[in-house]
């Protein structure tokens, strides 16, 4: 399964009503906003924003707290911006991110007020990775703004399609994910993808009964319409999807994964422990279960997929053993191409999702431990033209609480990397061609930095384990 070790949320006393702190920044000029719609800002979930000419190496140093607001629980879903939603006629730049308190907020990005609001249901559990045991909306939305629609997960175990201008339930949703949301859970980012969405389910802290697996949703008729078991449908327990991102998706729609393991002997039975293409309508296409050692030799994080310019499709992927995989997109079954020992074999918090930055032709990589050639922190490998990784860091930072633990998945837009360290408390910002650190966020957040950061738009947006969403621009 997928671990994060954290601490209960803070009473933060010098947080105002409605959670909005500090002057009310310039307005955005929202009519040349872009909307980020999707985990990780394309459906390879590569976590590289090529769109963002604002907030740069230059003036990253500068960046400040502008506003904050209190979404009453932690977080773990990367914040989604929707650009010009049309509000009562006029057009508001929102920004959107789940809470284990089980409600999903829109925020205007300008000025971190709130435009709604809504309960989608929380579970209150044994399984101590979330605060307090409750479980909310882990999901990272998918959004349609020329549709008025956003996507999510609830903790009620439904999928829900809302309108993205008021909150309002869509006539026909929500759809059921599971009919057992005390036990299977969804941790992953929501996929749209050729008008079809894709969920996948864990449980908590491996509490059977759960079977791992992907739905897929068709939007238009609103039904389930393909389910994908990962130990087979009846299977032994377990397979959990684990990983932030969810699936990602290639050109052509095909769909990849990694799964956590099955909770039988042996762990890996049917595709539990793999890596995995499947078609857009869920047949399995090619899969691959490396050979590891370890104490947990299951998948944590999600897939990555990226290419280099003369290089085939790759995927990139962290198993919580500590190895750094790499393989050739098109040719999965033929085993990895490349592995590298990251993390500590004994660690089973390496279970991030790797950055891609084409122009640096770096992949960019957070380690919660050593493993004696690699430390713990911010690591810039670089592809080589043979396609390939070089082994030998181009740089790497040190940067984190210092003791085994996950981190948050780095982001990266305009020639700067950030990434949480997790419970660290701290978000940080790195030169990324030569790992100057630019920034950190110091004291101003005051707990746990799971979830992936988002650059959009000349401000970085960010959750955090402390029960808020950030907004920082230069």
Not at 155 to 180: E, F, H, I, K
Request: proline fraction near 6%; aromatic fraction near 10%.
């Amino acid at each position: 399964m997928r671990a994060m070790v954290g601490r209960s949320i803070p009473l933060v006393v010098a947080m105002l009503a409605l959670g909005v702190v500090q002057a009310v920044p310039p307005a955005l000029a929202t009519g040349s906003s872009i909307t980020v719609g999707t985990y990780g800002y394309r459906l390879t979930r590569s976590g590289y924003n090529p769109k963002e000419t604002t907030l740069g190496a230059a003036n990253a140093s500068d960046l400040h707290q502008l506003w904050s607001y209190d979404i009453g629980g932690a977080t773990i879903s990367e914040p989604m911006y929707a650009a010009n939603v049309d509000i009562g006629g006029n057009p508001v730049d929102l920004v959107l991110t789940g809470s284990e308190n089980g409600f999903l907020y829109a925020v205007d990005a300008t000025n971190g007020h709130l435009e709604w609001s809504r309960d989608l249901g929380s579970q209150t559990t044994g399984c101590s990775d979330m605060p307090g045991g409750v479980y909310g909306v882990s999901s990272t939305v998918a959004l349609d703004v020329p549709g008025d629609r956003v996507y999510v997960a609830g903790g009620d175990g439904n999928l829900y399609a809302l309108q993205l201008s008021t909150g309002a339930t869509v006539a026909g949703w929500p759809l059921p994910v599971t009919s057992d949301p005390t036990h299977e859970y969804v941790y992953s980012g929501i996929t749209r993808s050729r008008g079809e969405l894709y969920v996948e389910t864990a449980s908590y802290c491996d509490a059977t009964p759960y079977q791992g697996k992907i739905e897929e949703f068709d939007i238009a008729s609103h039904s389930l319409v393909d389910t994908w078991y990962v130990t087979g449908k009846g299977g032994p327990d377990g397979g959990g999807i684990w990983g932030q991102a969810g699936v990602a998706v290639d050109e052509d729609g095909n769909v990849y994964t990694a799964t956590g393991n099955a909770m039988t002997s042996p762990e890996n039975v049917g595709k539990a422990e793999a890596v995995v293409r499947l078609s857009p309508s869920l047949h399995v296409q090619a899969s691959n279960k490396p050979n590891l050692t370890g104490g947990d030799v299951d998948f944590g994080g999600s897939p990555m997929l990226f290419q280099r310019t003369g290089c085939p499709l790759e995927l990139a992927v962290e198993n919580k053993s500590g190895v750094l995989l790499l393989y050739k997109a098109g040719s999965i079954g033929a085993g990895a191409i490349q592995r590298l020992q990251v993390g500590n074999i004994n660690d089973w918090q390496f279970n991030a999702i790797p950055a891609y930055d084409p122009v640096t032709h770096m992949l960019y990589v957070v380690d919660s431990s050593s493993s004696g050639r690699y430390s713990e922190g911010l690591i810039a490998f670089r592809v080589r033209t043979t396609c390939a990784l070089d082994p030998t860091p181009v740089w790497q930072r040190a940067g984190g609480p210092g003791y085994w633990v996950s981190m948050g998945p780095p982001t990266v837009a305009n020639g700067v990397v950030y990434y949480g360290d997790g419970s660290g408390d701290t978000l940080r910002a790195y030169d990324a061609s030569t790992g100057a650190k630019l920034w950190g966020s110091h004291s101003l957040i005051t707990d746990g930095i799971w979830a992936a950061p988002l650059v959009a738009n000349g401000r970085l947006f960010a959750g955090s384990w402390d029960g808020h969403l950030y907004a920082f621009g230069p």
